[in-house]
């Protein structure tokens, strides 16, 4: 329901599409957004991942390596033409997300403000680790998805291979296919649309002319089994095809689409395209596909906020007059930052003053952009359910809601993975040291996956990400965009610290300063909480009869203390700390004796022991049978558990949990392992404990004894 004040209109809502495109590492994301802008009339030339001249993939490391690295945001219109004749214009907001592990931080902030997603997956590989991985976070915020499988031109393509294993690992959903390749591999020529049970072939410069054709005979059979199998599979789902599968009964193209489309903005089916976006086949179809299949932000309905006074949910529909948005990403600037904003309701134009209610600013909109990559157009209004760029509030950090300044809301945040792998860095001159301090700043700012801190010990600042490629770019990016001539040290594992058992303490503060007394006792538990939940979490137990100051002062210095670190001088995580009880009195305690009573208590709870963690990573490897057994002997040297070997495609899959220290220079090794014939995908799948002479034995094995 509509919160009081709702204003009942659309605002032209129902033809907006928030959509993002996720998928692994090379099966086919840019090249295929580059067609749905070519194809719309976005751009007049077709930008390819090869030439390195593509538009969603514009930074320099892009196009040097033909990998996406951050997510790239661009508009642009669509028409579908309806089973009636009727022409229907939609705006279609696209985010090309990256494929590599190392920065699913890109992936996590797009799905948090998406409406629906469009999941390739390469005809050729199948469903491989990180298109698993992203099929999984999208369901985490209840995405609606469509699939296209790609690369159907290819050798030892298949169709019917990739919807068997999506079937297999989806389980959960009915995986409908919605249209068949007209040939695979060479002789891939068009595809049949089961809706229309019409054959769809692409002429013209980059198959720019979708022509119908009756299906010819020798594909009838198949096509009519295809078409059968996708009514049965609505009809769990919908009374009227249910009854005419049983009665046998013909049903309209414009029922099974309807009813198709009910099915997946429910998240109970997901309907599969076929094609090749480099050779223009299916590309038409797939972006009819994202309009019909997938839900506009009015159907996404209300979200939900928390009141920043009271605590209390607070609805936020896409008709409400106040304006709401989700900061999810920003570039910063040298004069003001660029804040990549969806908008959740009300309209907002540039001069607008609008409250960040986390930091209780207000904070001024200088302009509102149209975003395509890396270029953008001023535009003078923004209404609810968009994407665009916001340029002028300050102190803005990636997370943060934007709203008016009488209606205060806090959206949903984004949770992002913890760190696995850090580098020690320094400058080469001491002059160059504030500057990077800055530059470290800026970065952090922008990808919340990078984290600085200094070594307790030597003093050396550490920059930690989620792998050696997110370590290697963010170096490059110091040297060569921001011109801070750095010495890098060798990447070294992020081991973590938790508590082995409960613990309870109670912490005094009894010092004497400036002549004033000051004293507080703090009662204080600490818990082990399962690998699932966040990293640390800070709350206060204690009654409400004490004062508000000294409850503010003991949860920040809870959560401070807490990521300081642990015995052997590493972050903590997989902690729960509770205040429990305060004790002092108006004289002698403030917050200051607060926070200090809490920090004794922290201090005694964690001299009770601690123990050490270490990264694990899930890894997948595809190789040829006949290299498997070495790779094997390898990976279990390495301390490996392998859980399974699989067949697919004419070649095997190996998956297997392996500690993150021991993947330093696999990459290198594999291709020597196997003749260059294999490759493998790597992401974090949590922590085991590691004794300290383990600790010992890898540092030894691999000092940092210096810088590069």
């Not at 279609?92 to 469009?118: K, Q």
């Not at 607008?352 to 149209?370: H, Q």
Request: with cysteine.
């Amino acid at each position: 329901m509509s919160p009081s004040g709702a204003r009942q209109r659309d605002d032209g809502l129902a033809s907006i599409r928030n959509v993002g495109v996720i998928a692994h590492i090379d099966a086919g994301k840019t090249t295929t957004t580059e067609r749905f802008l070519f194809h719309s009339g976005a751009t007049h030339r077709v930008g390819e991942v090869d030439e390195g001249n593509t538009v969603m993939d514009y930074l320099d490391e892009e196009c040097r390596r033909g990998i996406t690295i951050v997510a790239a945001t661009a508009t642009f219109p669509w028409t579908v033409t309806s089973d009636g004749g009727s022409r229907e214009e939609h705006t279609i907001h696209l985010m090309d997300t990256p494929g590599h592990i190392d920065f699913t931080a890109e992936v996590e902030r797009s799905l948090r403000v998406i409406d629906g997603a469009v999941v390739i997956f390469s005809a050729v590989e199948g469903v491989e680790a990180q298109s698993e991985k992203v099929w999984r976070q999208s369901d985490r915020y209840n995405v609606p998805k469509v699939a296209f499988v790609n690369k159907l031109d290819r050798l030892g393509a298949s169709f019917d291979n990739v919807v068997r294993e999506m079937r297999e690992k989806f389980s959960e959903v009915s995986v409908c296919p919605v249209q068949i390749p007209v040939g695979e591999e060479g002789g891939l020529r068009g595809v049949v649309d089961l809706f229309s049970m019409k054959v769809l072939r692409f002429s013209g410069e980059h198959g720019s002319e979708v022509v119908r054709e009756e299906i010819p005979d020798s594909l009838m059979e198949r096509a009519k089994t295809a078409r059968s199998e996708l009514v049965e599979a609505l009809a769990d789902y919908s009374d009227e095809l249910a009854e005419a599968y049983i009665e046998g009964r013909e049903v309209a193209e414009g029922v099974v689409i309807r009813e198709m489309r009910d099915a997946t903005l429910a998240c109970r089916v997901v309907p599969v395209f076929a094609g090749s976006a480099k050779r223009d086949i299916g590309v038409q179809p797939l972006l009819d596909g994202v309009v019909r299949f997938l839900p506009s932000p009015s159907e996404r309905g209300a979200c939900d906020g928390i009141d920043p006074k009271t605590g209390e949910p607070v609805t936020v529909d896409p008709r409400d007059d106040a304006f709401r948005g989700l900061v999810f990403k920003l570039l910063a600037g040298g004069g003001a930052d660029l804040l990549y904003t969806r908008t959740y309701s009300g309209n907002l134009k540039p001069g607008d003053t609008l409250l960040n209610p986390r930091t209780g600013a207000r904070v001024r909109v200088k302009r509102i952009l149209r975003l395509r990559s890396k270029s953008v157009t001023s535009i003078d209004r923004v209404g609810p359910g968009d994407i665009v760029g916001v340029v002028g509030p300050s102190g803005v950090v990636t997370g943060d809601t934007l709203c008016s300044v009488g209606a205060p809301v806090l959206l949903e945040k984004i949770t992002f993975s913890e760190p696995v792998i850090s580098m020690a860095l320094e400058p080469k001159s001491s002059k160059d040291r504030s500057r990077l301090d800055s530059v470290l700043e800026i970065m952090c700012r922008e990808d919340p996956t990078l984290r600085v801190r200094i070594h307790e010990s030597t003093g050396q600042r550490l920059l930690s990400g989620m792998g050696e490629l997110h370590l290697e770019i963010s170096c490059h990016r110091i040297s060569e965009e921001f011109n801070v001539d750095v010495k890098f040290g060798v990447p070294q594992v992020a081991f973590r610290e938790t508590i082995p058992v409960a613990t309870s303490e109670i912490g005094v503060f009894s010092k004497t300063v400036k002549e004033r007394e000051l004293f507080a006792e703090v009662s204080l538990d600490l818990t082990p909480v399962p690998k699932q939940e966040p990293g640390i979490v800070a709350e206060i137990s204690a009654s409400s009869d004490v004062p508000k100051e000294w409850r503010e002062a003991a949860v920040s210095a809870l959560e401070g203390s807490l990521n300081t670190g642990g015995n052997y001088g590493y972050p903590l995580i997989y902690i729960k700390g509770k205040v429990r009880d305060i004790k002092g009195d108006p004289e002698r305690t403030s917050g200051a004796a607060v926070a200090g009573a809490v920090m004794e208590s922290v201090r005694g709870a964690l001299s009770k022991g601690t123990v050490l963690l270490e990264p694990l990573m899930k890894l997948e490897i595809t190789a040829p049978e006949e290299v498997v057994g070495e790779i094997t002997g390898y990976l279990q040297a390495r301390r490996a558990v392998i859980h399974g070997i699989s067949h697919a495609a004419g070649v095997k899959r190996l998956s297997c949990e392996v500690p993150l220290a021991e993947m330093f220079g696999f990459s290198k090794a594999l291709p020597k392992l196997s003749g260059g014939r294999a490759f493998f995908s790597m992401e974090p799948c949590g922590y085991q404990e590691i004794s300290t002479e383990d600790v010992q034995m890898l540092a030894s094995r691999k000092r940092n004894v210096g810088f590069q």
